[in-house]
Structure formats: structure tokens, C-alpha cells
């Protein structure tokens, strides 16, 4: 479905104050979820990948045990399926209790602004989650009912799982090249050269999907820029400015990387490169902490995972989870909700091979499971972990995943990529 069709339909359901959708007060909450009756859940998801799959079973499978009064209709496609679905979906007379929503101005910006999403405030006081979620992660699914600030607001879900995009490498074949994991930007440029120089795929990605490339650009911004240089960027703030010299040096950076990519990376499917890179094919590999069962399960102990030189990383969380406006069981959504992200379900999420949002410093694990958690633990308590870039503005998402296209593909020089960014994040402006 084009967007246009998409944005024209939001649109249409958002001519004002009268489509949001009242929120309870802490005292309208029912938690006592056997005396709801026979409730069916309709919960759409993207947790496909086998360990995300393993994690969503075993807790659905939990949650129908204490409560055998609710029936839960699960609806799972993978992350592009669900975001081209949901906004439809959410419009629809037959739309999910639950769905998972990408936390974007472009996605749930567009759904509170529309009034298809419920504020969960009150529930977040009555099940104690702004105990047990920290305002950073809260954050990351709060907006205003314009929808245009994230960060700021009401509450409209919140998540299991936390992410990092950062480094996994293949410690045989570092050691196979005389190296070691490189703590400095001058070691990752010495190691990509002896990789590529000895033969290897020196950094393994796919960008058929138009997701890796935009991780492989803010890697490079990692590196020339700053953590709250680029926050504002992806968060679209009124200072925000892709001009800048920093920004130059990080697209130059990426159109240097392609020499170092995995032939065919254009073609190549994100998973499909992550089980090429499991298989042996690269020394690097660029993703997300979500690949850590896929790798640990074909490479075991031989798959490392690092932070970029100095230490910024994108990260942030997995989707939030929300109730649709249109719920006749928003008690019965807010209670599954709640359900999955206690911190039973986070040994759930752990012992599965994902990242648990909270506690992870508390999960058990040795080896690369290890790494990830402290990772995590590392980066969410620090002041270097930004967001994604394609935060900032209704259409960062295709933006920049076609702009980092283009520019890979050398169908762009720097200025002119640039100005595509910059032209987007003007535009959501009002064209200042």
C-alpha cells in the first residue's frame, strides 16, 4: 500500500480533538483480570525470529495458563509486513487490541496524532510501570497528541526488549589475521584493510530491506560526530542540521566502507546476511543484538559483540507494545501487557536469546549472551546511546533508507545526499 494512500487515510480519521480516545483515571483501572469475563485478544506482532518466537510462545502460553479466561488471537508478521499492515489495520473495524508499533513520528507520532492509538498512562500508574521502565525508556514511546515530539507527553506503550547496533565479529578469523578485536577507529580501518587484503569479506551486511544501510551511515557518525549532535537529528529538533562537516566526513566514510561489503550486499536480505556471517562469510558484521540467538546457535563462543570505537551506538528499544483505540478489552490489553513485561517475563526474554529491556545486568548468561547484556547494561546507563534516524520525521524511515541507497551505490555524492536529509527534516518543519 503507498504511503500517500496510508497518509490520506490517518488524515481522514484526525480532524481534531474529538478522535482521541479518553484515558481512564488510575481509579477506572480494572487489573482484576479474572473478573473480566471471556475476553479475546487480537495482538498483532513481529516477533518472527526464531528467539523472538521462542519468548512470545512460552509467555502467551504462560498468560492463558493464569488466565484461562482470555483467549488470545495472535496475528505474527515480520517487521516490514507489520509496519506496511498496522496503519490500515488500526483504521479498521476489526482492528487488534494490541499491536506492536514502530516508535517513529512516521508510525506511532501518526497514530496518536490520529487517535488510533490509547494512552496508557493510567495503567502505567496502576501496574507500577513507571517503576519498573526507566523515563529513558518510556521516552521512546511518549508523545504529545500532535504526535510530533517524541519524548514528550502521554505514554503509549511500552516494550520488552532493548537493542543495540553494534560490531559482531568472528574471533577465529581475527585471530586467523593476527588481530584482536579493535578498541580504536584506526584499529577497525587496519582491520578491515588485512581482512580484505587476506581475502575475507571484511564487513558483511545485506540492504535489500534499505535498514543496514542507514546503521552502517550512523556507525560513521559514530564516529566524527557527537551523541547529542546526532540525538537531535534523529529526534528531528528544532537545531537540528545534516549540514555539517561532521555529517560530510561520515558520508564520505560510508562510501569508503563499500569497498569492504560483501558482494551483492544491495540484493541481499539483512537476515539472509546475518546467516551468511553465521556460516563463516565476514570478519564483521554490522546488526542488531536481536541476531544473538541466530549467531550464537551457529558459532557458539567463536562470535564476539563490541560497542563502536568511543563508544556511541544506535539503541534504544524493541517496539512498544499499544492498545488500539478501537479495544472493547483495554483492561484485558493493559493486564497482557503488563503480563509480558514483568520481571519474570524478562527471564523469559533473556533465557530465549533476546535482550530484556530491563534488568539485564540480573540475567544469567556467559559468552556472547554475556557481552550483550553487559553491552547493554553499558550503553542504557550512559550518555552515549542514540536513537534510530529514522525517528526524526514522518518519512525519515524511507528517506534515509533510500538516500543511504543511493548513496552506496554512488548515485549521490555527499552534498546531495545531504540535502535530501536536510529537505526531509525541513519539510516536517513547514518547510522552514
Same mark, same amino acid.
Given at each position: ?46 516477533? =518472527? ?9 512460552? &509467555? ?14 495472535? $496475528? ?29 513520528? +512516521? ?40 504526535? #510530533? ?66 546503521? &552502517? ?19 528531528? =529538533?528544532? #537545531? ?12 564520505? +566514510? ?44 551457529? !558459532? ?5 559483540? !563490541? ?6 551506538? =544506535? ?43 530491563? #534488568? ?53 555524492? $555527499? ?8 529537505? #526531509? ?8
Amino acid at each position: 500500500m503507498a504511503f500517500v494512500a496510508v497518509a490520506a487515510v490517518l488524515a481522514a480519521c484526525a480532524p481534531g480533538s474529538d478522535n482521541k480516545p479518553a484515558q481512564p483515571s488510575a481509579g477506572e483501572v480494572r487489573t482484576d483480570v479474572a473478573a473480566l469475563g471471556d475476553v479475546t485478544l487480537t495482538i498483532w506482532d513481529q516477533e =518472527t525470529r526464531p528467539a523472538q518466537e521462542a519468548q512470545i510462545t512460552e &509467555l502467551n502460553k504462560q498468560f492463558q495458563a493464569k488466565y484461562p479466561n482470555i483467549k488470545i488471537n495472535r $496475528v505474527a508478521r515480520s517487521f516490514d509486513d507489520l509496519r506496511s499492515t498496522i496503519k490500515l489495520g488500526l483504521t479498521a473495524n476489526d482492528a487488534p487490541d494490541i499491536a506492536q508499533v514502530n516508535n517513529g513520528k +512516521q508510525d506511532l507520532g501518526a497514530f496518536v496524532k490520529a487517535g488510533l492509538v490509547r494512552p496508557v498512562d493510567a495503567y502505567a500508574t496502576a501496574y507500577k510501570w513507571t517503576e519498573r521502565f526507566p523515563e529513558s525508556v518510556r521516552k521512546l514511546a511518549s508523545y504529545p497528541d500532535s504526535g #510530533d515530539v517524541l519524548g514528550e507527553g502521554k505514554l503509549y506503550g511500552v516494550p520488552q526488549t532493548g537493542e543495540l547496533v553494534g560490531i559482531w565479529y568472528n574471533r577465529a578469523k581475527l585471530t586467523e589475521l593476527g588481530l584482536t578485536p579493535p578498541k580504536t577507529w584506526q584499529e577497525f580501518d587496519a582491520a578491515l584493510a588485512k581482512a580484505k587484503s587476506a581475502g575475507q569479506v571484511a564487513l558483511q551486511i545485506g540492504n535489500l530491506e534499505k535498514s543496514s544501510g542507514p546503521y &552502517l551511515f550512523a556507525l560513521a557518525m559514530h564516529r566524527f560526530s557527537t551523541p547529542a549532535a546526532e540525538s537531535k537529528l534523529a529526534t528531528g =529538533t528544532a #537545531d537540528a542540521n545534516w549540514l555539517t562537516e561532521p555529517n560530510r566526513q561520515a558520508a564520505r +566514510q560510508v562510501s569508503s566502507w563499500v569497498d569492504y561489503l560483501t558482494t551483492g550486499f544491495a540484493g541481499l536480505k539483512g537476515d539472509d546476511a546475518t546467516a551468511k556471517f553465521a556460516s563463516g562469510e565476514g570478519v564483521f558484521h554490522v546488526n542488531g543484538t536481536w541476531s544473538l540467538a541466530t549467531l550464537k546457535d551457529a !558459532m557458539k563462543d567463536n562470535v564476539g559483540f !563490541m560497542l563502536p570505537p568511543g563508544g556511541t551506538v =544506535t539503541g534504544g528499544t524493541g517496539l512498544p507494545w499499544a492498545i488500539s483505540s478501537k479495544s472493547r478489552n483495554p483492561d484485558a490489553a493493559a493486564a497482557y501487557i503488563d503480563f509480558i513485561t514483568t520481571q519474570s517475563a524478562m527471564k523469559v526474554v533473556a533465557t530465549s536469546g533476546n535482550l530484556p529491556v530491563i #534488568d539485564a545486568a540480573q540475567q544469567p548468561g556467559s559468552g556472547p549472551e554475556r557481552e550483550v547484556l553487559d553491552k547493554w547494561q553499558e550503553a542504557s546507563t550512559s550518555q552515549k546511546m542514540v536513537p534510530y534516524l529514522d525517528y526524526a520525521t514522518p518519512n525519515a524511515y524511507e528517506v534515509v533508507g533510500g538516500a543511504v541507497e543511493q548513496l552506496m551505490a554512488k548515485q549521490l555524492d $555527499v552534498e546531495a545526499f545531504l540535502g535530501k536529509l536536510q529537505a #526531509d527534516l525541513e519539510s516536517s518543519r513547514g518547510g522552514r
